[in-house]
């Protein structure tokens, strides 16, 4: 195994851990909420009272960052390596699993964790050893 020394970027990696980390814990002390996004996301699925504009917003800064970023930082395009049957499969498969784990990768490996939750450690634990089977499936196994 070899680093990709020209896509390997620990600063701007470990500044957008501090941001989220400090975006997780702000929406929690503000809302009392977790910053999990399937859980904002399903929130819209059943909405009730005044949640639909909060979650909504949460929504449209997720999509809103990246565009607002570019304008400040060079970035690359990025680039997908799968056809959109694939992907559209992989997406039904993070839904499923993120229904069945109860959350998703932020709510649990971000918010979880920093609360000590043995059910997050479990749920993180899982989805990493599953994404990297997977990856070694599709890489060494069927490649």
Do not use: K, Q
Not at 22 to 45: H, M
Not at 67 to 76: D, G, R
Not at 106 to 124: D, V
């Amino acid at each position: 195994m070899s680093i990709d020394w020209t896509h390997f970027t620990p600063g701007t990696s470990l500044v957008g851990g501090l941001l989220i980390g400090l975006a997780s814990a702000l929406f929690i002390l503000a809302n009392g909420r977790i910053a999990g996004i399937s859980g904002i996301l399903g929130g819209l699925l059943r909405p009730s009272g005044n949640d639909v504009v909060w979650r909504l917003a949460f929504l449209l800064g997720l999509i809103m960052a990246p565009a607002v970023a570019s304008l400040f930082i060079a970035t690359s395009a990025p680039t997908i390596d799968a056809n959109a049957e694939i992907l559209v499969i992989a997406g039904l498969l993070v839904g499923i699993g993120t229904r069945y784990g109860g959350g998703c990768t932020s709510g649990h490996g971000i918010c979880g964790l920093s609360r000590l939750s043995p059910r997050s450690l479990i749920a993180t634990l899982a989805f990493m050893a599953s994404g990297m089977a997977i990856v070694f499936v599709m890489r060494h196994l069927l490649a």
